[in-house]
């Protein structure tokens, strides 16, 4: 399984996915699909599109992953979880199937979604990559439109080690004759993503082009936006209750996307992508994208785990201005962790821990890589422990942020 022991598990090979779909009779062509894919950004764009998809009154499936508490977060409809009873016939009935074709993990929990949202009869599902594009499972979709978020690095082992490489990986996703749209446009790579557009002969979209996204505010638990539509003011005061100050990259890709699949015959209202980016988090479910978990002190976190993404969390620290802040910090092992390290501010007070996971960098071993860089602070064997710690140690003006890993986030007991 990738997510519990990291890379040896990563199949480079649709065969899998296309046996078992064959063999449940091609459900991914059931229903209506957006696909996105990115470094980040993918999952926030993937959730706010479900919701405003769903605000517009269509049946809404939503595949995402990996999960942070329970298996069930990662297939959704109209934002309610995948039922266990369902889960368990699945692998009851098609246990034969999955011992001959030998699938992976996430393998097998892809086409659980195809096959789900097919019986349930969904209008549109939004489906998030899992890994890469190319060659991730999902990609045996024929989707209405291609998203593309932020481009960054991440899993270079498996998708590279430039970022042209990691792109090409992405944009393996753009379909022949069908809108991609790239949320950031990146200078190093845009021929990347033009290349394999004239390829397909697919109209291609650089979301920022058109698209134009200014705070207007920015709240503890939200955000209100103005956005801009060839030069004219199109949404006036748009409120989201997504709190990262990421997601204003994330939001031209995803507001584009809707403008195109408007074009594609469905009807989406002002109002409804209104209603959508403001109650994205209650609709659809979203968990650990710079969320609050208690005041006195402020405690946040984030599942933000690689350069790009914790830029973008020590940029928003910043933002509070905050005495003092103490952070619960774990990392995986397939991960360059010292990269990361070295952006972290040393006057921090740092509490290292180690997920329950395999793939987990062991705790030694982190603050080890952490004092070779100037970091100080004590290791903890378990993420509830050095939450406990700075608990104990942080004052009610201070901040405490909880990440550096998924893993970590999907270890918090509140969430």
């Known amino acids: 399984m990738f997510q519990r022991i990291g890379n040896i598990a ?8 296309i046996a078992l779909c064959d063999a449940f009779g091609l459900p991914q062509h059931k229903f209506k ?15 706010m599109l479900a919701a405003v998809l769903q605000s517009a009154g269509y049946k809404t499936g939503l595949y995402t992953s990996p999960h942070l508490k329970s298996f069930t977060e990662r297939v959704r409809v109209n934002g309610a979880e995948l039922p266990q009873d369902y889960l368990i ?3 009851e009935q098609h246990k034969e199937l999955f011992e001959q074709v030998k699938p992976s993990f996430f393998e097998m929990t892809v086409a659980l979604a195809f096959q789900y949202f097919a019986d349930e009869q969904v209008d549109v599902a939004v489906i998030e990559v899992g890994l890469g594009g190319r060659l ?39 379909k022949p004759h069908t809108p991609a749209v790239i949320s950031t446009k990146q200078a190093d790579i845009v021929q990347v993503f033009e290349h394999k557009a004239a390829a397909e002969q697919s109209p291609l979209y650089f979301a920022t082009d058109s698209i134009l996204v200014q705070v207007r505010e920015q709240q503890l638990e939200g955000q209100v936006y103005d956005v801009y539509l060839n030069g004219s003011l199109w949404l006036a005061s748009l409120q989201s209750d997504l709190a990262g100050v990421y997601q204003q990259y994330n939001l031209p890709g995803v507001l584009k996307s809707l403008l195109l699949l408007r074009e594609r015959g469905f009807i989406i209202s002002d109002e409804a992508i209104r209603q959508g980016i403001a109650n994205a988090k209650t609709i659809t479910g979203l968990k650990g994208r710079w969320q609050v978990l208690g005041f ?16 973008q969390i020590l940029a928003q620290l910043h933002s509070l201005k905050p005495k003092q802040v103490h ?66 140690n942080a004052k ?20």
């Open 10 to 17: 990563f199949k480079k090979s649709l065969d899998n996915i």
């Open 396 to 415: 009610p003006d201070e901040v405490i942020f909880i990440g550096g890993s998924t893993f970590v986030v999907a270890e918090i007991d509140e969430l």
């Open 136 to 174: 991730d499972s999902t990609n045996i979709i024929s989707p209405e439109l291609s998203l593309i978020t932020n481009i960054g690095f991440d899993h270079q082992a498996l998708l590279g080690d430039t970022l042209p490489e990691i792109a090409g990986e992405k944009a393996g996703i753009i």
């Open 327 to 392: 952070m619960v910090f774990g990392a995986v092992n397939d991960k360059d962790v010292t990269t990361i390290l070295q952006l972290l501010p040393k006057a921090y007070t740092y509490y290292f821990c180690q997920a329950q996971i395999p793939r987990a960098l062991p705790v030694g071993e982190l603050q080890g890589k952490a004092r070779q860089v100037g970091l100080q602070g004590e290791a903890y064997a378990t993420v509830s422990a050095a939450i406990a710690a700075a608990r104990g």
């Open 33 to 47: 699909t957006v696909h996105v894919a990115g470094t980040n950004g993918k999952g926030s764009s993937s959730h």
């Open 89 to 91: 016939r699945f692998v």
């Open 296 to 311: 006195n002190p402020l405690t946040v976190c984030d599942t933000g785990h690689n350069v790009d993404g914790i830029k």
